[in-house]
């Protein structure tokens, strides 16, 4: 290892300890950046993501201190869409209630940032980083500095015209700290010492499950961009059919999928009686080669990392018709948000389980 210009040879023992300690960086960022994700759920639900109008990078980490700046700060606000046609009339009281949660979620995303790059740079210098990993995270990094830029694109897309912002540039934000997240967790895992069991029978599947993961979160993201959450509140039907009729009202057919709420909601349901299938086949061939080697769900993590995965798409499966059919109520929606960014960080631990580790247990 190099450090300061100097060969740093670290016995196994401190190879190990330097990959627990950068393991344990990781998963603190993971859940600093899921907490992120649900600040900006309830920024969204609350509808306060375009009450600060300027992106001040620096200075726009202190908020509003005396009657005057918030006065000014609420006058920015008056000249959008949003309060000239929504919430004309808004007193100053609740103006700063929304105001709180926008700086709040830019605040933690600055935080994020130095959380980040400072532990990196001195792992970095010091010769901790273990091998291979610098340039990785150098480029989760970037992908963190380009977040920042995305958020921004979003939250200009709702100042000139709309009275909200685009559902496409909400999806890019919520995809890029999905692609974070799962960035984080799956190096992460890699450090994590453990026993290389034998590949089981259904890892393509793994692989086939995080790209659907994804795709999931990409239509969660429309439905919050377009309020398709509203279009249909029963289940198992969608105003009493199984396939309601509107889905495709718009021309050319394929822009129903990314703005009709009606198709948007139908395909993120589908999507989830997707996914909730590829999470059941995936278990039964885990647990059927872990049977075929001689091993039981205890014994094989393979399988054991299916059936945790089962578990979870179905829990939120379920939250997901409880937030539909309760019309989307603050805590429950947040929850099923949450549990989203869950499943993504179980099925990416899982994927990077079928390689092998870099210490091996005996």
Known sequence: MMAFGKNITWSAE??????????????????????LVIVGGATRLTHSGLSITEWKPLHGVIPPLNLAQWQEEFELYKRIPEYQLLNKGMSLAEFQGLFWWEWAHRLLARAVGLIFAVPLFLFWITGRLPKGLGLPLVGVLALGGLQGFIGWWMVSSGLS???????????VHLIMAC????????????????KHEHVGGAHWLAVILLVATFVQLYL???????????AY?????????????????HQPGWINFFENPKTVQFAHRCGGYVL?????????????????RGLDLELSQHARGALILLAAVLIQAVIGIITLVTMMPLPIALTHQAMAIIVLIIVTAHLRGYRAPRFELA
């Not at 015209?161 to 999806?171: F, G, I, K, N, P």
């Not at 909730?276 to 075929?292: G, K, P």
């Open 14 to 35: 401190e190879l190990r300890f330097n990959a627990a300690m950068v393991r344990g960086w990781l998963y603190f960022v993971v859940l600093v950046l899921f907490c």
């Open 161 to 171: 015209e709309r009275t909200d912002v685009s559902q496409y540039r909400l999806a």
């Open 179 to 194: 692609l974070i997240i799962a960035s984080c967790v799956y190096i992460g895992r890699g450090l994590t010492p453990r």
């Open 220 to 230: 969660g993201a429309l439905v919050a961009g377009l309020d398709a959450g509203l």
């Open 233 to 249: 509140n029963t289940w198992p039907l969608m105003d009493g059919a199984v396939v309601p009729g509107g889905l495709l009202l």
């Open 276 to 292: 909730l299938l590829l999470a059941l086949a995936h278990f039964v061939i885990e647990w059927r080669s872990a049977v075929a």
